[in-house]
């Protein structure tokens, strides 16, 4: 995923997996937390409708390749009220730590991308970020380009 992917995702505070939850691999990891929580609804207890849940996003892994921990059996209702009232925090693996992801609006234009009093010169995109707005965005592309970044799997342990 990008990042200006995932910047949006975050703004909208939506489930990031739109066509992955139809995949064998999900459905293999969706049984297994089912059974776990009993087929119950981890909040009210309903025993239909029932959805898994992210409790938090990694964005550099496949929805099926989280922890049991971070995945949570909730009814549609109960689901829908975590996405209405909750933003969903975001963790990435750096060298294998995992580490939360915050965004910082950009130390030179606040955020916006752009500095008004520089319109004349390529278009006024800000020369800190280069429109990417956030601070974290620019350290991670600076350190993609020398850290090893891996995706996790739990499978074999
Ligand atoms: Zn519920
Ligand atoms: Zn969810
Ligand atoms: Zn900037």
């Not at 309903?46 to 995945?71: C, F, I, M, R």
């Not at 750096?94 to 319109?119: A, M, Q």
């Amino acid at each position: 995923m990008q990042f200006k992917t995932i910047l949006k995702l975050i703004k909208e505070n939506r489930e990031p997996y739109d066509g992955l939850l139809n995949s064998p691999e999900w459905n293999k990891k969706r049984s297994k937390i089912l059974q776990r929580d009993k087929s119950c609804c981890s909040k009210c207890g309903k025993t239909s409708n029932l959805q898994v849940h992210h409790k938090y996003y990694l964005w550099n892994a496949e929805p099926w390749q989280y922890d049991d921990d971070a995945l949570i059996t909730l009814c549609a209702g109960c689901h829908d009220n975590i996405h209405k009232n909750t933003s969903m925090p975001w963790k990435i693996f750096i060298d294998g730590v995992l580490t939360d992801f915050h965004f910082t609006p950009c130390s030179r234009c606040g955020g916006s991308g752009y500095l008004n009093e520089y319109k004349h010169v390529q278009g006024g995109i800000c020369f800190r970020c280069r429109g990417d707005q956030y601070e974290e965005i620019i350290e991670q592309r600076n350190a993609f380009r020398t850290t090893k970044v891996t995706f996790i799997s739990f499978e074999n342990e």
